[in-house]
Nanobody, 124 residues
Framework: QLQLVESGGGLVQPGGSLNLSCAAS????????IGWFRQAPGKEREGVTC????????NYVDSVKGRFTISRDNAKNTVYLQMTSLKPEDTAAYYC?????????????????WGQGTQVTVSS
């Protein structure tokens, strides 16, 4: 059974940090590029970052560059999102998704499988 499960979300103060994980089961992540997306209430879902299947290429939306870092550990079949210097505008439900192939995609409609999401709330 194919599954993606996000974890690590929660409430954090502005300037704080959170580390999200996305664990895959029922399949291997080796053959997929992986993206993180987020969606705030009343807003469109946006691509945050993506990492290629071999881990050699990453992309970030301008608003998170220098603050967020995506990584993957194929041995653990898991992808991570390290978030630092969090801002209130980072508040959203965060989703991991996979797209078959080597290269990243910034378009949500190109991804094959999605997790259920984990909530990140940045507030004082």
């Amino acid at each position: 059974q194919l599954q993606l499960v996000e974890s690590g979300g929660g409430l954090v103060q502005p300037g704080g940090s959170l580390n999200l994980s996305c664990a895959a089961s029922g399949f291997t992540l080796d053959y997929y590029a992986i993206g993180w997306f987020r969606q705030a209430p009343g807003k469109e879902r946006e691509g945050v970052t993506c990492i290629s299947s071999w881990g050699g290429s990453t992309n970030y939306v301008d608003s998170v560059k220098g603050r967020f870092t995506i990584s993957r550990d194929n041995a653990k079949n898991t992808v991570y999102l390290q978030m630092t210097s969090l801002k209130p505008e980072d508040t959203a439900a965060y989703y991991c998704a996979v797209v078959r192939g080597y290269a990243c995609s910034g378009y949500a409609n190109e991804y094959d499988y999605w997790g259920q999401g984990t909530q990140v709330t940045v507030s004082s």
